[in-house]
């Protein structure tokens, strides 16, 4: 069983930056892949980044390469999404995910936990 927290979500105008964390607890933190996904109003939840089990890989949504970067830290139990050069279009309610494919999956249904999510608002 993982429990996650995510955090960090605020109000930013465009081109600003932001850094979510994704606490977790529980024993296994260390075997679970962790990914980042976000829902905006009106819109399906969409795969923003994730990372593998031991953060050798990660992969990202075409639309935020090069400006988003998830880590890991597994001393700490947390997951990292730094947010770079935001637009509006990131305004999102973003979501960590723990799941046991162990690889840094894009498809939510290798997901078995999620936290409750955080709110990120890009202004124009």
């Known amino acids: 069983q993982v429990q996650l927290v995510e955090s960090g979500g605020g109000l930013v105008q465009a081109g600003d930056s932001l850094r979510l964390s994704c606490a977790t607890s529980?024993?296994?933190?260390?075997?679970?892949?962790i990914g980042w996904f976000r829902q905006a109003p009106g819109k399906e939840r969409e795969f923003v980044a994730a990372?593998?089990?031991?953060?050798?890989?990660?992969s990202y949504a075409d639309s935020v390469k090069g400006r988003l970067t998830i880590s890991r830290d597994n001393a700490k139990k947390t997951v990292y999404l730094q947010m770079n050069n935001l637009k509006p279009e990131d305004t999102a309610v973003y979501y960590c995910?723990?799941?046991?494919?162990?690889?840094?999956?894009?498809?939510?249904?290798?997901?078995?936990?999620w936290g409750q999510g955080t709110q990120v608002t890009v202004s124009s």
């Open positions: 990372i593998s089990w031991n953060g050798d890989s990660t």
């Open positions: 529980g024993r296994t933190f260390n075997n679970y892949a």
């Open positions: 995910a723990a799941g046991q494919a162990l690889s840094a999956s894009y498809l939510p249904h290798e997901y078995s936990y």
